[in-house]
């Protein structure tokens, strides 16, 4: 199925020819400067492929309750910087990563999943920083800060 990309003022001129190309594959409809791009497809698409994600998570997260390590090796395959996170950290990003991905697929919001899975990318780079990874270990005495350090008035 091949994907084809349209100009979006090419949909409000020509609506009916623009969504007929969806029998042949998704339409990207592109918009000009920073806007993001949209996406036209058919339900019926939409719905297996909502559906294919649906079991394909739920499938991970039987192999992942009955032999975790073999779910954080995939983990590790697929995100190779999984690898800079500690043994424990390995095992709670891809239950994190397994549990947004669990009620994205049933949802249809995958946002908290992008998310989430960026935030675990950003912890694994600071592991693999011995610079950032001391200051991160260093004891935060925030207790002792004087009132006017504080940028947020005490209540």
């Known amino acids: 199925m091949a994907t084809e990309t349209v100009p979006l003022s090419e949909l409000t001129r020509r609506m009916t020819q623009v969504a007929a190309r969806t029998a042949r594959g998704d339409v990207i409809l592109s918009r000009r ?15 297996q492929e909502s559906r294919a994600a649906v079991v394909t998570t739920e499938m991970l997260a039987v192999v992942a309750q ?5 779910a954080v090796d995939a983990l590790t395959r ?14 709670a990003c891809l239950q994190e990563l397994l549990d947004d991905l669990r009620a994205g697929a049933q949802t249809g919001d995958l946002r908290r999943f992008a998310l989430d899975l960026a935030a675990w990318e950003s912890t694994a780079v600071a592991h693999n920083d011995p610079g950032v990874l001391g200051q991160l270990r260093r004891p935060h005495a925030r207790e002792d800060l004087p009132a006017e350090a504080s940028l947020v008035e005490r209540p």
């Open 33 to 47: 400067g920073s806007a993001e791009d949209l996406y036209l497809s058919t339900r019926e698409r939409h719905e």
């Open 66 to 70: 009955q032999q975790p390590d073999l």
């Open 78 to 91: 697929t995100l190779a910087w999984v690898a800079w996170l500690p043994s424990d950290d390995k095992v």
